[in-house]
């Protein structure tokens, strides 16, 4: 059964950074895109940054020279650096996996995949 944990949310200040972290247990498919969506009260869910099997990755604009997506296939563990975070940011944010290559939108990552629980980013000004 495939479980995906997230971790290393948490509060920051303005211009902080945070690392999450996104553990993937039962997940052993060769093909693959997985990343990180966030979901803010009272707004849509969005996606924040996503890495298939062929190392390709896309991010938000909103993110985009912010954030870096990665994954330790020794681990099984994907990650997610935020740096220069901005009150924006807060929100509740996703791990999901896909057993296939991302293609060319977020469908397949945000609606055949599995999901984790979440973590809670809060960034204050």
């Known amino acids: 059964q495939v479980q995906l944990v997230e971790s290393g949310g948490g509060s920051v200040q303005a211009g902080g950074s945070l690392r999450l972290s996104c553990a993937a247990s039962?997940?052993?498919?060769?093909?693959?895109?997985m990343g990180w969506f966030r979901q803010a009260p009272g707004k849509e869910r969005e996606g924040v940054a996503r890495?298939?099997?062929?190392?390709?990755?896309r991010y938000a604009d909103s993110v985009k020279g912010r954030f870096t997506i990665s994954k330790d296939n020794t681990k099984n563990t994907l990650y997610l650096q935020m740096n220069s975070l901005k009150p924006e940011d807060t929100a509740k944010y996703y791990c999901?996996?896909?057993?296939?290559?991302?293609?060319?939108?977020?469908?397949?990552?945000?609606?055949?995949?599995?999901w984790g629980q979440g973590t809670q980013v809060t960034v204050s000004s």
């Open positions: 890495i298939d099997s062929a190392a390709y990755t």
């Open positions: 999901a996996a896909a057993p296939e290559i991302c293609g060319n939108s977020w469908y397949i990552l945000e609606y055949n995949s599995y």
């Open positions: 039962g997940y052993t498919y060769s093909r693959y895109c």
